[in-house]
Each structure stands twice: as structure tokens, then as C-alpha cells.
């Protein structure tokens, strides 16, 4: 089994910053791409940014330049370092992991989802 543990969001206002942190444990033999959904209400969850094993990234075009992924391999923790927050960026942000277990398995995995609230 392996658990994701986010944290990092809360209000903040317009223009601000927040960093999400999102640490993988359990049953992991390695870890492939990790990356960052958001779901607004009345809205499709849509994926952010995401980070290879080999540190590629890609990110949704409202966020580029804004926002940086990055990973911690030693710790299996991903990051989203999020300035110049708009209250469009206001979602619950869920972090996913695609990892191999010891059984040699792909497993793919999502965080509990952290509120990012963006407001004056």
C-alpha cells in the first residue's frame, strides 16, 4: 500500500504565493511521473503540472511561467511552487504519483486533494 500526503494550501490573496508539498511512502520500488491536478467547482479536473523521473516538465498554458514543479527523489516528494496567484487558481489540488511497487506492479495513486484559495 502507499499513502500521499499533501499539504501547503490555504487563502491567500491575489498575487501571492503558496508551495504544495505532496510525500509518497509505502510499497514503492520507484517512482515514475508525479504531477499536480486542480478540479474548480462546476468544473473537470485538469492536470497542471507534471514532473518525469528524469525531470521533464510539462505545464497547463495559465499556469506557465507562474508555477514550477519539481521533485525530491530521495524524499518521494513532489513540489508546486505557485506565484502571482490569481482567484482563477482558486481548486482543490490533488497531487498523483505513477509509481512501481516491489511487486513490479504499476500502481498509480492520488493525494487526498489540499484547498488553494485565491482572494482579497
Known amino acids: 500500500q502507499v499513502q500521499l500526503v499533501e499539504s501547503g494550501g490555504g487563502l491567500v490573496q491575489p498575487g501571492g504565493s503558496l508551495r504544495l508539498s505532496c510525500a509518497a511512502s509505502?510499497?514503492?520500488?520507484?517512482?515514475?511521473?508525479m504531477g499536480w491536478y486542480r478540479q474548480a467547482p462546476g468544473k473537470q479536473r485538469e492536470l497542471v503540472a507534471g514532473?518525469?523521473?528524469?525531470?521533464?516538465?510539462n505545464y497547463v498554458d495559465s499556469v506557465k511561467g507562474r508555477f514550477t514543479i519539481s521533485r525530491d527523489n530521495a524524499k518521494n516528494t513532489v513540489y508546486l511552487q505557485m506565484n502571482s496567484l490569481k482567484p482563477e487558481d482558486t481548486a482543490v489540488y490533488y497531487c498523483n504519483v505513477a509509481l512501481t511497487d516491489w511487486a513490479n506492479r504499476p500502481r498509480n495513486y492520488w493525494g487526498q486533494g489540499t484547498q488553494v484559495t485565491v482572494s482579497s
Open positions: 514532473i518525469t523521473s528524469g525531470g521533464n516538465t
Open positions: 509505502g510499497s514503492i520500488f520507484s517512482i515514475n511521473a
